[in-house]
T-cell receptor, first 111, second 114 residues
Framework: GIQVEQSPPDLILQEGANSTLRCNFS?????LQWFHQNPWGQLINLFY???GTKQNGRLSATTVATERYSLLYISSSQTTDSGVYFC?????????????FGKGTHLIIQP | EPEVTQTPSHQVTQMGQEVILRCVPI?????FYWYRQILGQKVEFLVS????????KSEIFDDQFSVERPDGSNFTLKIRSTKLEDSAMYFC????????????FGPGTRLTVT
């Protein structure tokens, strides 16, 4: 099956700093999603981005499908950005419709 | 904005008991999924469901698990005889039938087996 690796596993930053989270995957995908898991355990959908670049406020994401990686950028970090960020990939229509998640990046933003 | 809902938010059960986790997918969606996350670990795919049948399942989804769409709105996951290791957060997700494959996740049900 598809392998997903996220880096770094842990990241501690001061409020106001910028960060880049990386997701590498081992095979072709037509679905890639970034999630933020909040302290209550809910998965908040940040981006659906199988290719290209998207921006939403202080967050943006880029997926280079041909090179099998995606990046999530967080600018001007706030303490509420703390939590675990997951990348998940899949190939719908190709027998791998279920998403494969990475192990996540645990982000801590200190005031 | 339409969303996936799940009930209950937290369920406590004794080992060996049967549990049913319930989900209401987004109304026009046709593909449905269950995932689980053991505390501190990554989210794992369990099963996908389309056209009233299982379309894909993982190795985790063994004979103790079953899924059903009993009516036009609900999608359920049944665990027949719970074990301590079934304690986890269970997420339901759904997507529509178009070429955008984005899956929409519910808030999860935290299952605790004692």
């Amino acid at each position: 099956g598809i392998q997903v690796e996220q880096s770094p596993p842990d990241l501690i930053l001061q409020e106001g700093a910028n960060s880049t989270l990386r997701c590498n995957f081992s095979d072709s995908v037509n679905n890639l999603q970034w999630f933020h898991q909040n302290p209550w355990g809910q998965l908040i959908n940040l981006f659906y981005i199988p290719s290209g670049t998207k921006q939403n406020g202080r967050l943006s994401a880029t997926t280079v499908a041909t090179e099998r990686y995606s990046l999530l950028y967080i600018s001007s970090s706030q303490t509420t950005d703390s939590g675990v960020y997951f990348c998940a990939v899949g190939y719908s229509g190709g027998g791998a419709d279920g998403l494969t998640f990475g192990k996540g990046t645990h982000l801590i933003i200190q005031p | 904005e339409p969303e996936v809902t799940q009930t209950p938010s937290h369920q406590v059960t004794q080992m060996g008991q049967e549990v049913i986790l319930r989900c209401v997918p987004i109304s026009n969606h046709l593909y449905f999924y269950w995932y689980r996350q053991i505390l501190g670990q990554k989210v794992e795919f369990l099963v996908s469901f389309y056209n009233n049948e299982i379309s894909e399942k993982s190795e985790i989804f063994d004979d103790q698990f079953s899924v059903e769409r009993p009516d036009g709105s609900n999608f359920t996951l049944k665990i027949r005889s719970t074990k301590l290791e079934d304690s986890a957060m269970y997420f339901c997700a759904s997507r529509d039938s178009g070429r955008l494959y984005e899956q929409y996740f519910g808030p999860g049900t935290r299952l605790t087996v004692t």
